[in-house]
């Protein structure tokens, strides 16, 4: 089976000969994003020490997370170009074979320039690895299944966030960031060897130029999914790349910012499963409405949280936990919508897609760190308008989305 759409192989909008086997191959391919999303969120858990550890300013070491955010945005699409007639499944495992690298030259770093080396090598990793593994799970599936099956594959995602993110924060509490990072390369590896055993050898597709591939954003479902993607990620990542100095404001104790970024990430995890059955069932419009209001609201909330300077652990926590899912539940929606509008073209309008996460991650980075200096107030509230902006995008061009997905 190949994702070229050639007589008897399908594309990823047509289903395989063993939708049961695609389902399980799903699972794989999740262990893999567990990975990815384990190293590119992880960096937020122990940006203090790792500060320290560099002797450089927190503002300064929080530019390792936009540095990897902006390499992986410009090379997702050229990659998705250059590896196109790559077998898949080799593909995969190479990602995360030089994921596990770049993190063990990450960890080894003397200073802030090697460490930002090393991340723009790892998002090679991330970028060859997480477009195409959306790719490959929505054509392992019936098309009824499709938002479930891509809920799957970011689920990897998500679950990196309530387990891998915390979990980075303890090893860098008993350990160091430097045995962290060793770690989170050592799960790559483990990653590639789940992949390696879970998910068929599918054939790559036939070359294609970058600009004729890039004729799909000319259509009005594509032109309305990408902006909405880049605006719904920096609502979100204004505060979270700096999490640690944003919840001791809102009176999070440092033993307990582990289990507040626990509660994002369950969030995250449960707004991501309940995003693909929703989309699945009534379509993208009212999954993305809800998930941009639980943003604004709960990020708004803890803006006015900080400026009071304190609240109850369990609000703080409730709100933490709507964050999360607000924030982690766009994306199955949103890669669904590019699918069903060109799914000729789905393993580039994924990478397109992954693009315009990690720009939105970059610029809510980079603007987060700004609205930092004014205190973590600021971070929220800068949070809360974009999640505003992005609900109001999501009104004015829900029409042009095309596919089913797009109701």
């Known amino acids: 089976m190949s994702l070229t759409s050639t007589q008897g192989r399908p594309h990823p909008g047509q289903a395989p000969e063993s939708p049961r086997r695609g389902l399980t191959a799903t699972f794989g391919l999740a262990l893999g994003t567990f990975a990815v999303g384990t190293d590119a969120f992880v960096l937020a858990a122990f940006l203090p020490s790792m500060a320290s550890g560099l002797h450089v300013s927190q503002a300064a070491a929080g530019q390792s997370i936009t540095v990897f955010a902006v390499a992986y945005a410009l090379l997702a699409p050229l990659l998705a170009t250059l590896t196109a007639r790559l077998e898949r499944r080799a593909l995969l495992v190479g990602a995360l074979g030089m994921l596990a690298l770049a993190n063990l030259g990450s960890a080894l770093a003397p200073n802030l320039a090697v460490l930002l080396a090393t991340r723009v090598l790892a998002a090679v990793g991330a970028a060859a690895y997480t477009p195409n593994a959306g790719a490959?799970?929505?054509?392992?599936?019936?098309?009824?299944?499709?938002?479930?099956?891509?809920?799957?594959?970011?689920?990897?995602?998500?679950?990196?966030?309530?387990?891998?993110?915390?979990?980075?924060?303890?090893?860098?509490?008993?350990?160091?960031?430097?045995?962290a990072l060793v770690l989170v390369a050592v799960l790559s590896l483990l990653a590639g060897v789940g992949v390696l055993a879970r998910v068929p050898a599918l054939p790559g597709s036939?070359?294609?130029?970058?600009?004729?591939?890039?004729?799909?954003?000319?259509?009005?479902?594509?032109?309305?999914?990408?902006?909405?993607?880049?605006?719904?990620?920096?609502?979100?990542?204004?505060?979270?790349?700096?999490?640690?100095?944003?919840?001791?404001?809102?009176g999070v104790d440092a033993g307990d910012v582990s289990l507040m970024l626990f509660l994002y990430g369950l969030g995250a995890v449960l707004g991501n499963l309940l995003a693909g059955v929703v989309t699945d069932r009534w379509g993208a419009a009212p999954l993305l409405t809800g998930a941009y209001v639980a943003m604004a609201g709960s990020l708004a909330l803890l803006a006015w949280i900080a400026a009071r300077g304190d609240a109850p652990a369990w609000a703080v926590g409730v709100l933490v936990?709507?964050?999360?899912?607000?924030?982690?539940?766009?994306?199955?929606?949103?890669?669904?919508?590019?699918?069903?509008?060109?799914?000729?073209?789905?393993?580039?309008?994924?990478?397109?897609?992954?693009?315009?996460?990690?720009?939105?991650?970059?610029?809510?980075?980079?603007?987060?760190?700004?609205?930092?200096?004014?205190?973590?107030?600021?971070?929220?509230?800068?949070?809360?308008?974009?999640?505003?902006?992005?609900?109001?995008?999501?009104?004015?061009?829900?029409?042009?989305?095309?596919?089913?997905?797009?109701?």
């Open 206 to 250: 036939p070359r294609v130029p970058l600009r004729k591939r890039l004729d799909a954003l000319r259509r009005p479902g594509v032109l309305a999914v990408l902006p909405l993607t880049a605006l719904g990620m920096a609502a979100s990542y204004t505060a979270y790349a700096y999490a640690v100095p944003a919840l001791h404001a809102v």
């Open 136 to 179: 490959v799970g929505a054509a392992l599936v019936r098309p009824e299944l499709r938002a479930r099956a891509l809920a799957v594959v970011i689920g990897g995602l998500t679950v990196a966030t309530a387990l891998g993110v915390p979990l980075g924060g303890l090893a860098n509490r008993w350990l160091g960031w430097r045995s």
């Open 321 to 407: 936990a709507l964050w999360g899912g607000g924030s982690w539940s766009q994306t199955p929606p949103q890669q669904h919508r590019l699918i069903s509008a060109a799914p000729e073209q789905a393993p580039l309008l994924v990478s397109l897609n992954s693009s315009a996460i990690y720009l939105g991650i970059s610029a809510g980075t980079a603007s987060g760190g700004l609205a930092l200096a004014h205190g973590p107030t600021a971070a929220y509230g800068l949070g809360a308008a974009l999640a505003v902006v992005a609900l109001a995008f999501l009104t004015a061009t829900a029409r042009k989305a095309q596919g089913p997905s797009a109701r």
